[in-house]
């Protein structure tokens, strides 16, 4: 067998177990839970939830590193994505400005964090006109070909 079928083996068992999983927490009821008597067994099937979790993040960070690292042309284009996210990153970063902020809890946001805010902003509308801008560049383009 090739690794394609073993991995949709191993979903639809997945997918088996979960569906069991969530037959007997519905089972239980609402009520049940809301008033804690059946908590360990939804706290039983969280944990498992998030042990699946963490299992597939791992996988996909492994086999994405190995695609990335066994393929040049690959390695080439995701570093150079990644440095223009950082460029970006740090425009953002030092066009944005820091004041001490009140907060309504009453606690005081500080300048650092303050700027911090900001770069995310500035980062985000930097983002945005590029997706837009290759959006209406790749429209227009095809409207003239």
Do not use: W
Not at 71 to 86: C, I, P, R
Not at 97 to 125: I, Q, R
Not at 129 to 143: D, H, N, T
Request: net charge positive; no cysteine.
């Amino acid at each position: 067998m090739n690794s394609q079928k073993i991995i949709t083996i191993i979903a639809g068992v997945i997918g088996v177990i979960a569906m069991f999983f969530l037959i007997r927490i519905i089972g239980v009821g609402d009520e049940a839970i809301k008033a804690g008597e059946s908590s360990g067994m939804v706290n039983t099937f969280m944990y498992i939830a998030y042990a699946v979790l963490a299992l597939i993040l791992v996988l996909v960070v492994l086999f994405t590193l190995k695609n990335v690292f066994t393929n040049a042309a690959t390695l080439k284009s995701t570093l150079m994505g990644v440095g223009a996210f950082l460029v970006v990153a740090l425009i953002s970063y030092f066009m944005a400005s820091g004041v001490e902020t009140p907060m309504k809890d009453g606690e005081v946001l500080s300048a650092s964090g303050s700027k911090l805010v900001g770069a995310g902003l500035n980062m985000f509308y930097i983002l945005a006109v590029i997706a837009i801008g290759s959006m209406l560049f790749s429209g227009i383009k095809k409207m003239i070909k």
